[in-house]
């Protein structure tokens, strides 16, 4: 019975009379074939009862016997009001709940041999999508017992329960899931839910001979307030029963604690990496794990939205179970600055969930393009695991496919024994149970041979150094350890980062080479990871407590650390930015197309550890002490430091050689450049101010309610419009941008993706061509961004015109020249157009100084015209060149004043010759620049009478007129005394064109001739 949510007509007609869409008129006669009655299992009879997260309804799913069994739903108000009733559905099984925020009731739905779906109902009780949770070759072998959603509806948790009997074997890893109850974690973007993780939590190891035995009953729930954390706190109950006493039961109760990690490994080259990787350009690919694959597109080349991908690799078992996966638990990519140059293979970690410990690695490098037109291939990895590759979709040359997969073995996992911390750790997670926690995490890079990562849970950190031609003898050595000290239990039950201490992050400062280690806490413990690799020793982290505000250090006598800093919160996301001063040098006076043009020098100074909370969407950053500033006594870490409030409302960050980029929920993105004047350096503080307002957002953004009209006038004037701003839309977020290029790929909130180009980045590109003497790629960058062509120029005048040659020698499309000259103005771009770039105290240091560019201008500024001496040193060097026709006529037509009547000559001398192409052509562009009865009085002024007759054809004035005129003219030159005849028939055509004084030069030669005139 539908009572609140009744339907209502609304006079829309029959369907017999609808439309129908593609289906045609056919579908309105056609009659629904009603739906087969299916009894349900006796197992599926019971009650489920799950409320929306306000309160204010609750459903209830139970059996109806009325209708064979079938399950059905209702949904009532908190007052027992009935609001909705649904429909009846075949093979609908328990596991009911409510997805908060979006408030849709999820259930389950089995379809004998084609899946097990999640299927999603409104509150009125109608159907609103569904996606499929198991494919038909495993959906026989599970039931789903329950499902729940976290607090912010972000990741949903499935008990699934196997339904094969265990054979009496020991099984691998791999097979084990297939006879265990498990608990999938699963995210959504983009309408497309994939799955992140798999937790058994039945078996507590792969061998028969445990003490507790599987088949229990099994339950979960999300812990409340955990996502404001930024921590998803899953707690799984397992009732337990010894084998020998079936009488005696007990439970096991395990706590996860997820975070939203994003491997981005960023690109920290000190200097631009134009100049460090000429040979090889960062593909720029992405990874996204759903499952058992991997999909991966190069952004670099094709923007292929989620859940769609260029590629997909997926890891299976050769033999026995052909539809068995290995679950892929981790994939790790290098950044740009560590790539593999000589082969422009980029080699990436792959990490399968095992219950070996640590976890199965498998190396696999990468390289855009397929080795021929077939769209699958296999690889063999190891005995009991091969990869596939397949081709999904884009262009095969620009596609990631695999060159090659190498398991890696990691060797000498244990530690010296006098270190018994961390002997204790390895031999208590070497018996853990097959449940999760085993893999490894926050791998950080240091070379191409070189990672650390973190192991056990947080509690321990590795380094491997590993040789591709070798990766069977690849070693481990554990460089820190957690101390065995545990801070106090919290009062504050939603933040579960309290309950123990642990690692929860790695980055490392590139400029000195440390490692940053995140607790968490938020203390952020700063090593020399040249100091521990040489020690050759597992060191104790420093055991660190905030009570009122205030770090309380425990175990100091192992002390190795260089500092310490301090966040509120511990950070998903942990970056160290280098800031550089830049230092001027003047460009080289060489012409050479082959010669790189350096204008500045990059000196590293300054190192600021940037934490991204994301639940709060606040950005804190800390200036890490250099060397000189460490005083190396142990009550250095006493002097434990707090981060600063960059940003409210960020919600993502991305370092690029020479910006960083964050992205604002006030629908900005806003470039930061990384250079900073050598005096604010000196000072930390000056430096924490100006990292400041670089990423304040000007106050008539803040408020975007209030009207331009009513900002003061002089308020108007000085435009908020900034070239490091770029707009975007609400909750937008990073994915990936071209270390030497401008592209910026961004995914909104709905999961499309989009591809921006913020003129900051499009003018430091272009800025890093020009110093490089890139004429030609410069040039036509400028026009696909429509960027003004007079920066050609007013970027660096002294190095424009000592390279003219080597510009035309570069530029093969002429046309490219022409809109250049075409575009020349007087003014400076510099300073008007792109003043909020160039204009910037940084960004002149960056450019080689103003004051430099203004010394080495051509000519005298106060006296000389910028564009006639551009076109001056232009037609000095095209030389009247045919393939530069085009270009010569408009250098002609912009002078000031305009030599229009040299360019007629130019083509005049083309016609002449019978080249009727250049003359057409010429003329038409000449058009541009003037009318055709301007071009007419100008050929007349050239006197030649012929050309411009010529131009007069094209007027549309009357040629009885234009005709007589010019016979008249040809007329005075009949007879001797030519000379003479010459000057009068000059003077007469000056005085039809107003050119006065001119036309007295020429009466004055016409002498005895001209009064003879007057006497007739």
Not at 964 to 974: G, M, P
Request: charged letters at 20%; aromatic letters at 8%.
């Amino acid at each position: 019975t539908l009572v609140s949510a009744a339907p209502v007509a609304v006079g829309w007609g029959k369907k017999e009379t609808q439309f129908h869409g593609s289906l045609g008129k056919e579908a309105a006669l056609s009659k629904p074939e009603p739906a087969s009655v299916v009894d349900c299992a006796p197992t599926d009879e019971q009650y489920e009862l799950a409320w929306r997260d306000d309160g204010q309804y609750f459903v209830v799913s139970w059996s109806d016997s009325t209708v064979q069994h079938r399950r059905r739903f209702r949904v009532f108000t908190d007052s027992g009001e009935l609001f909705s009733t649904s429909d009846t559905l075949n093979h609908w099984e328990p596991g009911l709940c409510w997805r908060p925020r979006i408030q849709l009731i999820t259930a389950i739905q089995r379809r004998p041999k084609r899946g097990l779906d999640v299927i999603f109902f409104e509150i009125n009780a109608e159907r609103h999508g569904e996606f499929q949770l198991l494919d038909e070759s495993i959906e026989s072998m599970f039931r789903v017992h329950n499902m729940a959603f976290d607090e912010h509806g972000d990741v949903l948790a499935v008990l699934c329960t196997s339904t094969v009997e265990q054979p009496h074997t020991c099984l691998s890893f791999s097979l084990i899931h297939l006879f265990s109850t498990e608990v999938r974690l699963l995210t959504c973007s983009n309408y497309h839910w994939s799955v992140k993780r798999e937790l058994l939590v039945d078996h507590t190891s792969t061998s028969l001979d445990d003490d507790l035995l599987p088949g229990c009953p099994v339950t979960f729930t999300w812990a409340v307030g955990a996502p404001r954390s930024g921590v998803f706190a899953l707690h799984v109950a397992n009732a337990t029963r010894v084998k020998d006493r079936p009488d005696l039961t007990g439970t096991v109760i395990r706590c996860w604690s997820f975070s939203a990690a994003y491997d981005r490994n960023e690109c920290m080259a000190i200097e631009s990496c134009s100049r460090l990787h000429e040979e090889f350009r960062s593909p720029g690919f992405v990874a996204s794990i759903d499952g058992e694959h991997i999909q991966l597109t190069a952004m670099a080349h094709s923007i292929i939205p989620p859940p769609m991908c260029a590629s997909r690799l997926t890891f299976k078992q050769p033999t026995g179970f052909p539809n068995l996966f290995s679950k892929i638990a981790a994939v790790s990519f290098p950044g740009p600055w560590v790539v593999q140059r000589e082969s422009n293979v980029v080699t990436i970690l792959v990490q399968l969930e095992s219950a070996d410990f640590p976890a199965r690695l498998f190396a696999v490098g990468l390289q855009c393009g397929t080795p021929g037109p077939q769209r699958n291939e296999r690889f063999d990895c190891a005995n009991d695991v091969l990869m596939e590759a397949e081709w999904i979709t884009g262009a095969q040359n620009v596609i990631p496919w695999p060159r090659y997969v190498h398991a890696i073995n990691l060797l000498d996992t244990t530690c010296p024994r006098e270190n018994h911390r961390v002997n204790e750790i390895l031999s208590r997670w070497s018996h853990v149970p097959v449940c999760g926690g085993k893999e490894l995490s926050h791998f950080c890079w240091l070379s191409c041979s070189q990672f650390v990562f973190v192991a056990c849970a947080g509690q321990l950190v590795g380094l491997v150094n590993w040789d591709l031609s070798d990766l069977s003898t690849t070693r481990v050595s554990w460089l820190l350890a957690v101390g065995s000290s545990i801070s106090k239990p919290s009062t504050d039950h939603s933040n579960p980062r309290d309950s123990s201490l642990r690692i929860c992050g790695l980055c490392l400062s590139i400029d000195e080479h440390r490692l940053c280690v995140q607790l968490t806490n938020g203390c952020v413990v700063i090593y020399s990871i040249e100091k521990l690799i040489v020690s050759q020793e597992c060191h104790i982290v420093p055991s660190v407590e905030i009570e009122d505000n205030k770090p309380v250090f425990h175990e100091l006598s192992s002390y190795t650390a260089d500092c310490i800093l301090r966040f509120p919160l511990a950070c998903e996301q942990l970056v160290a930015v280098t800031f550089t001063t830049v230092t001027p040098r003047r460009s080289a006076t060489t012409v050479s197309t082959k010669t790189t043009q350096l204008s500045t020098i990059c000196t590293p100074t300054r190192s600021f550890l940037l934490g991204l909370h994301q639940p709060s969407h606040r950005l804190y950053g800390i200036c890490i002490p250099v060397s000189s500033e460490l005083v190396q006594t142990p009550t250095l870490v006493r002097q434990s430091k707090p981060a600063a409030l960059l940003i409210e409302l960020c919600s993502s960050i991305l370092v690029l050689p020479n910006y960083l980029l964050v992205t604002s929920m006030r629908k900005l993105l806003v470039c930061v450049p990384t250079q900073f004047d050598a005096t604010v350096c000196a000072n930390v503080e000056v430096c924490m101010t100006e990292l400041t307002s670089r990423l304040t957002i000007p106050s008539e953004l803040l408020n975007s309610a209030q009207s331009i009209s009513r900002i003061p006038q002089q308020q108007q004037a000085q435009s908020w419009y900034n070239d490091y701003l770029h707009p975007i839309e609400t909750g937008t977020v990073l994915v990936s941008a071209d270390p030497v290029d401008s592209k910026v790929v961004l995914q909104a909130a709905r999961g499309n993706l989009e591809q921006v180009h913020p003129r900051a980045l499009v003018l430091s590109h272009l800025a890093n061509l020009l110093d490089n003497l890139k004429y030609a790629e410069a040039l036509v960058f400028m026009r696909r961004h429509r960027v003004n062509f007079n920066l050609l120029h007013d970027h660096s005048p002294v190095l424009f015109r000592q390279n003219l040659n080597n510009l035309l020698e570069q530029v093969e499309c002429t046309d490219l020249l022409t809109l250049f000259v075409s575009e020349l103005v007087e003014d400076d771009v510099c300073k008007a157009m792109y003043g909020t770039f160039y204009g910037s105290p940084v960004a002149q240091l960056y450019r080689g100084g103003l004051s430099e560019r203004n010394v080495y201008r051509l000519g005298p500024t106060q006296t000389t015209s910028k564009v006639n001496s551009v076109c001056d040193a232009l037609l000095s060097e095209m030389a009247n060149d045919r393939r530069y026709i085009l270009t010569i006529l408009t250098c002609y037509a912009k002078k000031r004043p305009s030599e229009l009547h040299n360019a007629l000559l130019l083509l005049e001398k083309f016609r002449a010759d019978g080249d009727m192409t250049c003359w057409e052509s010429g003329v038409r562009h000449l058009q541009y620049f003037a009318t055709p009865p301007e071009l007419y009085r100008v050929a007349l002024g050239t006197y030649d009478l012929d050309l411009a007759q010529v131009m007069a054809q094209r007027t549309q004035l009357d040629p009885k007129e234009y005709l007589a005129n010019l016979n008249e003219l040809r007329a005075i030159t009949d007879g001797d005394q030519m000379e003479l005849r010459l000057a009068y028939q000059r003077f007469k055509i000056d005085d039809q064109l107003a050119r006065y004084s001119e036309a007295i030069k020429q009466l004055k030669a016409a002498g005895k001739f001209c009064g003879s005139v007057f006497e007739v």
